[in-house]
């Protein structure tokens, strides 16, 4: 491959580069679709992995719902410890409590919750591509637009990565970083939570800073639209400078400005005055927490609703996969017939249609046997009713016959 020089225009943040290459011969565009076969064979099996096996998680996943919700004790808000529910699947409604508030001295930020997160933002150089291709002289040429703006990013941009950093220099680090403070102990009524239910509360709400502008703040810093700035010009910045926004998860004190405690609906199991996961029978762990007010049989409901959903997301990413595997391994046949337009067109159209066809029919063919392989009587039952119809046309053209 060649590259063109560099063609700026005026703009410094803007310049466009003209790379070209030799159309590859047949043999190398074979050698390539042979490439791609390989890749799309190994995407067809992995495509019935995830269609098979999603049929036993998703039935193991509803049979340990349902001994959840068969076995599970309910206690009230108010309730005391009681050590006789040791071992066993409780459900619980209540308010979060943390014993200590969580805090930034830095930026003199203090919030009862159960997570305080800092993120940070620097202002700095984006670069964006724009591609296109195009034929001439018997060659492919790509003329690619190159264009910089300035961001406020929260990840660090490498500016030595740019095709040209000339102009566009980023900071090699940030001046502050984020970060994520969770409270050492978490409670719900008479019970501390499990690291596992903590990590699930996730109702990030932006902290906002209008109360705090009384505050005395460092010199270099400013307030803006509940972001610090450091700096004292928010409306103009400059690259390297950097803002900090503040939100929180899990309110848990009795009183606070920023609104009532949190309350929560668990099921997981009491052990002690610790709420632990449950292992049932079918190999699942139940640690459910819903940032909401509900019983215990609306926790297993919207549990089932996500099963069902999960079942249904992964079924169309099995089909997915087995669609695009059949494509890049029937590839081969369109590069073959590549050279002649109106005939490439047809096998182009053929191919899509016939990756339709045999990724539905086999993706179905491979969740009834995943079927027939976890459920095997509600399988046979299913085909007992479909083969129904068609013994029941058969009866009546006998019966007629012997009329």
Partial sequence: MSSAPTFSGKDANQHKRVSAKSNPGFLERLSETAGGTVVGVGLFFLSIYVLFTNEGRALQTESSLNEGLS????????????????????????????????????????????????????????????????????????????????????ELINSRNFDKEIGHQNPSAMAVESV???APEVTVGPFYLSKGLVEQINNFQTLSLKD??????????????????????????????????????????????????????????????????FKTKSGDTLEILYLEELSAEEVFMKEHQYNSMKTWGLRAAGWALMFLSIQLTMRIIYTMVDWVPILRELVSVGLKIFALCVSCSLSLLTIGVGWFFYRPLVAVALGALALLPVFLARSGLVAKKNQ
């Fill in 71 to 154: 076995q599970v004790v309910s206690l009230g808000p108010y309730s005391s410890l009681d050590l006789q529910n040791n071992n066993r699947l409780v459900h619980l409604s209540a308010q979060l409590h943390t014993s200590q508030p969580l805090h930034d001295p830095n930026y003199r930020v203090v919030v009862q919750a159960v997570k305080l997160k800092r993120q940070v933002e620097m202002y700095q150089w984006v670069e964006y591509q724009e591609s296109k291709d195009y034929e001439e002289d018997g060659q492919t040429k790509t003329e690619t637009t190159y264009t910089y703006n300035t961001e406020w990013k929260s």
């Fill in 180 to 182: 994520t403070v969770v």
């Fill in 212 to 277: 705090l502008n009384a505050f005395n703040l460092d010199p270099f810093l400013s307030i803006d639209d509940d972001y610090f700035y450091h700096t004292q010009y928010p409306h103009k910045p400059e690259v390297g400078d950097v803002r900090v926004k503040f939100s929180f998860a899990g309110l848990s004190g009795e009183t606070s400005r920023l609104g009532p405690a949190q309350t929560v609906s668990i099921v997981a199991m009491q052990r002690g005055d610790q709420l632990i996961p």
